[in-house]
């Protein structure tokens, strides 16, 4: 019982060791992660199209929830750059940005990935997210940064911008050109142009200037809030908002409130396909920067738990007015680097983003909405990795065209598509791949108990006994080609009267492959030859033996291909030559 | 050249041997397959909504075009219950049953099969036809013939009937219980009866008054002829017409025009989704009639032609006012037990249905729909195959979900919804079964170089080097069960400084399992253990070798497990006996 509950809120397992010197590591984490938290959750509610409080509220008590129920010590969770895009994506059709049914859609989202995660969890249907394969998940990301990217142009220009493709985006960019703003474009390419160097070279200065490695990669991470902070005061004294420069405008201050989300059926229904492709992204991304955190320091991450972990977490930020949360990638390093040991750092930062909210918001109101862009485009131009194509395309083309198309699709049709086609497609090449096994005709090598392809080895056959090996397990993607091959083999040997089938390689038969068995036995049968098996692995002979099949089957089943040949093959003189 | 040609037209490779006996077969097939065929033709037309004139047109340039390109030599193509079934279905949506529109858009449908199957022949994803997976395909003919049957007792009753599953049927059968037309009813049963018992008892009958076997089974099968004769007869002598019996009506006597269908492409686009489907389903159970046949002659069926042979009758269809055709089980058998050498037999077929169409229109008016309605619930009984579920059930809980799902949901919501779910089921369920794949921490045999689990076998182990063989080839769906089982690994032996992977099961490893190889190398680094490969298979080292990973990867490949024992074990003194 105690063990159950402790795999349900793994909290319990490390709460009651917990000593002071380990709060000082959490608690000092928790204000680095903070510092970095604030601008992006701004951000990256300017990129789903939401009011900045949104983003703050999600980085609050959807934290909580994660620290209680997850199993990383160090994932950081919070608004991501991705899934704001895909919620941007998924509200678009709904209302317009920024109206209060827009607001109400994005509660409704959050709640309903967070459901999807914790359904997940529950039926142990992690499995799920291996319909993501590496290929598609990186071919969509990289997607995905260049899409944000483009659609935070309009932000440093001064202009409204939008679209939902690559395509949409440019020619409304092109078309708005002549009312760009040149205030709003300083700032905006002075905070690239900051960002870009710091994330360049300010490291390497640090170190260079006898700062200690770890200390100058958290500076190096705290530029954003350095660009925040100088670009709020420059717009506040000089009052750029009269010059046309778009500022953050009044943040409410206060914390969330605590409200159930919409329960229309009509929106939960129209937002389902985004949740659940939300749900799986987010979690495939949070579990691998999970894993790769928790293997530094040997720690063990439960995906299943983690799955009822985030659900809660995205159902907390729909109840208290956020927007879908995931475990973010730069953050849960800086997170992990500045040192902290235990999910209370998670629930510090949550204090953390609270204390800005209730005191930062009337500074806020100055921040110009370039500065946020630029912290966007800066933090996904790593996202973007076009050299993975050629690399993915060099080591297999199934998996390089699924890849294209993950990366081309969201870019000229939208984002949803995109990641569907590339899934269907892993699925589909995968299925062909195992659809057409390779199979060849053995035959003995001479003296030996040893059996060969015909093609490749000199070795005895017998035209009365033709010997398969088939090295795939059999299920319906290739049952039907299996009777092609072996009706094939029927015509090219008329003097036939026994074919063995070795199964070594089989390490299953479905009930579509046993069909396909039957069909090749009564086929062979009318044909006037007899269907033998040999090498069954015993799993595989064990489900045979609760069918019909092993009294229908016309031979027998040899334990090895030698106990076949030795009963079977009654002129085992031809001596085949490779070609 | 004269090969390709041959491969593309089969009936080049026969035609020049065509001999006058072989002809008298034929024409002998033609003549009973006539026979069966045209009240088959007028009954799936009503089944499918559409004019009797319709199931004739379809059964005569299809035929002959078939004849030409297919590589059966006993095929009997026209139209077939299911398909009759999922064309009223897809039809429902877009015009009323028996309205001219409704007629165009069962030519587009043809059409669009036929182009599918083309297009499919062309280049070569006849694999595609794999999806449907033969639990699948056997509960949607199930289901189908459930459907078929209920949705003609309404012609037996006298009655309107409807509905498009079969809750609906009932539904509304039921309501209009009361209308029911008394001479119809005795019309309807009496076929039904009469059917049955030549079904069930004439056969026997026969070969017991001295009848060949053969020629008993043709005469029975003749049964559908006598009931159209006679049905027909009683209906124009005692006028049923005038006592409220449905009769078929005038059916316009003369061949059909050959004209292009319309190119409305949202009427393309709508039905293609069900044209897809169509196909599919008819090449599966073609080729499948098509195998059996051939194999009983030792002759050779290529799936690649087939689909090439009924894309060609179904464009053949689509331009001469038929619908969607695929082969006929019954009829295929019959032709093929009548003796039909040759594809001519179903050239003369088609002669045959025309000189009825040309002769018989005016005598068929009189036919009631009761009888039709009759032939096609005997039929389509044998379709139904409920104890196929038990028997899956029993053999794979996988694969009898999957087939309950598809024979259940035709029934309660729509014919392909079902379709659809059970081949996502059938994916879904495969994926699942390879994405946990077996795996095992294997030790040494003392005194020996054979490495086994050391859960089964007294085995020396070493506490610096674990050694795990995963007995699956790699790819996207096992992955990430692949990192999450070494990472537990890693939790689970404090003390591992090396961890072998014994690669002898894997086939493959694609993209997606190299990238998930790269992660478990970087973290097993940061976590001060090497990796190392064993027994890995030449194909996959060739690829692995085209990459930068064997260079990052922390420790060796070894030929074979042993060396990597000799290599790393420190102190293999621990001896595991199994629990």
Same mark, same amino acid.
């Given at each position: 019982?105690?063990?159950?509950?402790?795999?349900?809120?793994?909290?319990?397992?490390?709460?009651?060791?917990?000593?002071?010197?380990?709060?000082?590591?959490?608690?000092? +984490?928790?204000?680095?992660?903070?510092?970095?938290?604030?601008?992006?959750?701004?951000?990256?509610?300017?990129?789903?199209?939401?009011?900045?409080?949104?983003?703050?509220? @999600?980085?609050?008590?959807?934290?909580?929830?994660? @620290?209680?129920?997850?199993?990383? +010590?160090?994932?950081?969770?919070?608004?991501?750059?991705?899934?704001?895009?895909?919620?941007?994506?998924?509200?678009?059709?709904?209302?317009?940005?920024?109206?209060?049914?827009?607001?109400?859609?994005?509660?409704?989202?959050?709640?309903?990935?967070?459901?999807?995660?914790?359904?997940?969890?529950?039926?142990?249907?992690?499995?799920?997210?291996?319909?993501?394969?590496?290929?598609?998940?990186?071919?969509?990301?990289?997607?995905?940064?260049?899409?944000?990217?483009?659609?935070?142009?309009?932000?440093?220009?001064?202009?409204?911008?939008?679209?939902?493709?690559?395509?949409?985006?440019?020619?409304?960019?092109?078309?708005?050109?002549?009312?760009?703003?040149?205030?709003?474009?300083?700032?905006?390419?002075?905070?690239?142009?900051?960002?870009?160097?710091?994330?360049?070279?300010?490291?390497? +200065?640090?170190?260079?200037?006898?700062?200690?490695?770890?200390?100058?990669?958290?500076?190096?991470?705290?530029?954003?809030?350095?660009?925040?902070?100088?670009?709020?005061?420059?717009?506040?004294?000089?009052?750029?908002?009269?010059?046309?420069?778009?500022?953050? /405008?009044?943040?409410?201050?206060?914390?969330?409130?605590?409200?159930?989300?919409?329960?229309?059926?009509?929106?939960?229904?129209?937002?389902?396909?985004?949740?659940?492709?939300?749900?799986?992204?987010?979690?495939?991304?949070?579990?691998?920067?999970?894993?790769?955190?928790?293997?530094?320091?040997?720690?063990?991450?439960?995906?299943?738990?983690?799955?009822?972990?985030?659900?809660?977490?995205?159902?907390?930020? /729909?109840?208290?007015?956020?927007?879908?949360?995931?475990?973010?990638?730069?953050?849960?390093?800086?997170?992990?680097?500045?040192?902290?040991?235990?999910?209370?750092?998670?629930?510090?930062?949550?204090?953390?983003?609270?204390?800005?909210?209730?005191?930062?918001?009337?500074?806020?109101?100055?921040?110009?909405? @370039?500065?946020?862009?630029?912290?966007?485009?800066?933090?996904?131009?790593?996202?973007?990795?076009?050299?993975?194509?050629?690399?993915?395309?060099?080591?297999?083309?199934?998996?390089?065209?699924?890849?294209?198309?993950?990366?081309?699709?969201?870019?000229?049709?939208?984002?949803?598509?995109?990641?569907?086609?590339?899934?269907?497609?892993?699925?589909?090449?995968?299925?062909?791949?195992?659809?057409?096994?390779?199979?060849?005709?053995?035959?003995?090598?001479?003296?030996?108990?040893?059996?060969?392809?015909?093609?490749?080895?000199?070795?005895?056959?017998?035209?009365?006994?033709?010997?398969?090996?088939?090295?795939?397990?059999?299920?319906?993607?290739?049952?039907?080609?299996?009777?092609?091959?072996?009706?094939?083999?029927?015509?090219?040997?008329?003097?036939?009267?026994?074919?063995?089938?070795?199964?070594? +390689?089989?390490?299953?038969?479905?009930?579509?492959?046993?069909?396909?068995?039957?069909?090749?036995?009564?086929?062979?049968?009318?044909?006037?030859?007899?269907?033998?098996?040999?090498?069954?692995?015993?799993?595989?002979?064990?489900?045979?033996?609760?069918?019909?099949?092993?009294?229908?089957?016309?031979?027998?089943?040899?334990?090895?291909?030698?106990?076949?040949?030795?009963?079977?093959?009654?002129?085992?003189?031809?001596?085949?030559?490779?070609?």
């Amino acid at each position: 019982m105690a063990n159950r509950l402790i795999r349900f809120l793994p909290i319990l397992s490390w709460l009651k060791d917990y000593r002071g010197d380990t709060f000082v590591s959490d608690a000092l +984490a928790a204000v680095i992660v903070t510092l970095m938290l604030v601008p992006q959750a701004l951000a990256y509610a300017l990129l789903a199209g939401l009011p900045p409080e949104v983003g703050l509220y @999600a980085s609050m008590i959807p934290l909580v929830a994660y @620290a209680m129920f997850g199993t990383s +010590a160090t994932l950081a969770v919070g608004p991501v750059a991705v899934a704001s895009l895909m919620t941007a994506s998924a509200l678009g059709g709904i209302a317009d940005s920024g109206t209060p049914e827009y607001v109400g859609a994005a509660l409704v989202l959050a709640t309903l990935s967070g459901l999807v995660l914790f359904a997940m969890g529950l039926l142990r249907l992690g499995f799920l997210a291996n319909f993501l394969s590496h290929p598609v998940i990186s071919g969509f990301i990289t997607a995905s940064g260049i899409l944000i990217a483009g659609s935070q142009l309009g932000h440093i220009l001064g202009i409204q911008g939008g679209g939902h493709n690559l395509l949409e985006m440019i020619h409304r960019l092109w078309n708005q050109l002549g009312e760009l703003n040149p205030v709003t474009l300083q700032i905006g390419v002075g905070a690239l142009l900051f960002l870009y160097i710091c994330r360049k070279f300010l490291k390497r +200065a640090l170190i260079a200037a006898g700062l200690p490695e770890r200390l100058a990669d958290l500076s190096t991470k705290a530029a954003p809030v350095t660009a925040v902070i100088v670009t709020t005061a420059l717009a506040w004294y000089f009052n750029l908002g009269a010059a046309g420069v778009n500022l953050v /405008g009044e943040v409410p201050s206060g914390l969330p409130d605590i409200s159930l989300p919409s329960m229309d059926p009509d929106i939960w229904a129209t937002l389902a396909p985004a949740a659940i492709l939300i749900s799986l992204v987010g979690f495939v991304e949070s579990v691998s920067v999970a894993q790769t955190l928790a293997a530094k320091r040997r720690q063990r991450i439960e995906p299943d738990s983690e799955l009822i972990a985030l659900g809660l977490a995205n159902m907390a930020s /729909g109840v208290s007015g956020g927007s879908p949360v995931s475990g973010g990638f730069s953050r849960s390093v800086v997170n992990f680097e500045a040192g902290a040991q235990t999910p209370i750092a998670g629930i510090l930062t949550a204090v953390g983003i609270a204390v800005a909210t209730l005191t930062l918001t009337g500074l806020l109101a100055f921040l110009p909405k @370039a500065t946020l862009a630029a912290t966007i485009i800066i933090a996904v131009s790593t996202l973007i990795d076009l050299p993975a194509i050629g690399r993915t395309l060099a080591y297999s083309k199934a998996d390089g065209a699924a890849m294209l198309a993950t990366i081309i699709l969201p870019l000229v049709h939208g984002v949803e598509a995109g990641i569907t086609v590339g899934v269907a497609l892993s699925i589909g090449l995968h299925l062909y791949r195992t659809s057409r096994p390779h199979s060849a005709i053995v035959g003995r090598i001479p003296g030996t108990e040893h059996f060969r392809n015909v093609l490749r080895h000199k070795v005895e056959t017998d035209e009365n006994t033709v010997i398969v090996r088939v090295d795939e397990s059999l299920y319906f993607a290739n049952a039907r080609y299996l009777e092609d091959t072996v009706m094939a083999l029927v015509s090219d040997h008329p003097k036939m009267k026994n074919l063995v089938l070795a199964c070594q +390689a089989t390490n299953d038969i479905d009930a579509s492959a046993l069909e396909s068995l039957e069909a090749i036995n009564r086929r062979l049968d009318d044909a006037g030859i007899r269907l033998h098996l040999a090498e069954v692995k015993g799993p595989v002979m064990d489900r045979l033996r609760r069918t019909p099949f092993c009294e229908e089957l016309t031979g027998q089943i040899f334990l090895s291909t030698y106990d076949a040949w030795k009963a079977l093959a009654k002129k085992p003189t031809t001596l085949c030559t490779p070609d």
